[in-house]
């Protein structure tokens, strides 16, 4: 089974300031999705950034940013010029492909990080 | 565009009383259904999932139940419910033609005393 661990209970950062969460993961598996998640105070589950794991480009979403390390199994996001708005916990998520009949079994996510972003 | 409901988004429910949340999903046929429970301070924990009507897999032993009736509603169920069951309970969805991503509710913050 696969595990993810974000080993970054709480983060703080000031606002327009850039802060990096980290997340790694063990799996066997070559080929797989990871996921970063945000959570704000509404509880709503937000995608911020997707990555396929057999593309070595990092993905990148406006302000958003991973630093995907395949061999090392670590997925961390990069939050530039953070604003009071990114203030939210942030799920780092895995997943197996669902051609292989993993993916119906859904996301395994790590505990979170609590962004807080200091004005 | 597709949306995704659940109701209710609070409830506060005693120690033995029965449960029934329900999700739904707009603007897109035979959807992949998951339920997910967030703990307090912890990430969330797939609960069940489905691939189409009356087809639930569950992933982890414990007090509730999940059943398909219609090919876009999902309702998480339990008969007698425990102070552990406690949580915000996520419903959430996809397609297996998709690009694996899952989408979720707003979610539904149980309480029981």
């Known amino acids: 089974a696969q595990t993810v661990t974000q080993s970054q209970p709480e983060m703080s950062v000031q606002e327009a300031e850039t802060v990096t969460l980290s997340c790694t993961y063990d799996?066997?598996?070559?080929?797989?999705?990871l996921f970063w998640y945000k959570q704000p105070p509404s509880r709503q589950m937000i995608l911020v950034i997707r990555?396929?794991?057999?593309?070595?480009q990092n993905a990148t979403e406006n302000r958003f940013s991973v630093n995907f390390q395949k061999a090392a199994k670590s997925f961390s996001l990069k939050i530039s010029d953070s604003q009071l708005g990114d203030a939210a916990m942030y799920f780092c998520?895995?997943?197996?492909?669902?051609?292989?009949?993993?993916?119906?079994?859904?996301?395994?996510f790590g505990k979170g990080t609590h962004l807080i972003i200091q004005p | 565009s597709q949306t995704i409901h659940q109701w209710p988004a609070t409830l506060v429910q005693p120690v033995g009383s029965p449960l029934s949340l329900e999700c739904t999903v707009e603007g897109t046929s035979n959807p992949n259904l998951y339920w997910y429970r967030q703990a307090a301070g912890r990430g969330l924990q797939l609960l069940f999932y489905?691939?189409?009507?009356?087809?639930i897999s569950s992933e982890v032993p414990q007090n509730l139940s999940a059943s398909r009736p219609q090919d876009r509603q999902f309702i998480l169920s339990s008969k007698k419910l425990l102070l552990s069951d406690s949580g915000f309970y996520l419903c959430?969805?996809?397609?297996?033609?998709?690009?694996?991503?899952?989408?979720f509710g707003p979610g539904t913050r149980l309480t029981v005393l």
């Open positions: 959430a969805w996809d397609r297996t033609s998709g690009n694996n991503e899952q989408f």
């Open positions: 799996t066997s598996e070559s080929d797989y999705y």
């Open positions: 489905s691939v189409g009507i009356g087809q």
């Open positions: 998520a895995y997943r197996s492909p669902m051609y292989s009949g993993g993916g119906a079994d859904g996301l395994t």
């Open positions: 990555q396929e794991a057999y593309k070595q």
